[in-house]
């Protein structure tokens, strides 16, 4: 069992930045892929980022490249998605996941576990 609280979110201008967390309970979150995806207003849920077991490997929306970052701490059970240059269609909620052990990425169809989500707003 893995249980997922995220922090972080907030309302910030367009241009700016804010660090999601993601702190997991567990002691299985070191050895699984983790992921964060959203879902905008009348919208989807679809994926951002990713991060394999290691750290080693990322992968990223293409509309999130060069300006998300994701990281995981395996000591502080942490992963870290860090957002700069927000824009208004980066209003969503943000979701944490956890995908399966030993992956070096996590897709929609294949989350094992998710967060409850916190609320990231834009303005223009």
């Known amino acids: 069992q893995v249980q997922l609280v995220e922090s972080g979110g907030g309302l910030v201008q367009a241009g700016g930045s804010l660090r999601l967390s993601c702190a997991a309970s567990?002691?299985?979150?070191?050895?699984?892929?983790m992921g964060w995806f959203r879902q905008g207003p009348g919208k989807e849920r679809e994926f951002v980022a990713a991060?394999?077991?290691?750290?080693?490997?990322?992968d990223y929306a293409d509309s999130v490249k060069g300006r998300f970052t994701i990281s995981r701490d395996n000591v502080k059970n942490t992963v870290y998605l860090q957002m700069s240059g927000l824009k208004p269609e980066d209003t969503a909620v943000y979701y944490c996941?956890?995908?399966?052990?030993?992956?070096?990425?996590?897709?929609?169809?294949?989350?094992?576990?998710w967060g409850q989500g916190t609320q990231v707003t834009v303005s223009s």
């Open positions: 567990g002691r299985t979150f070191s050895s699984r892929a």
């Open positions: 996941a956890a995908g399966g052990s030993y992956r070096t990425t996590v897709s929609l169809d294949l989350v094992d576990y």
């Open positions: 991060i394999g077991w290691r750290g080693s490997s990322t």
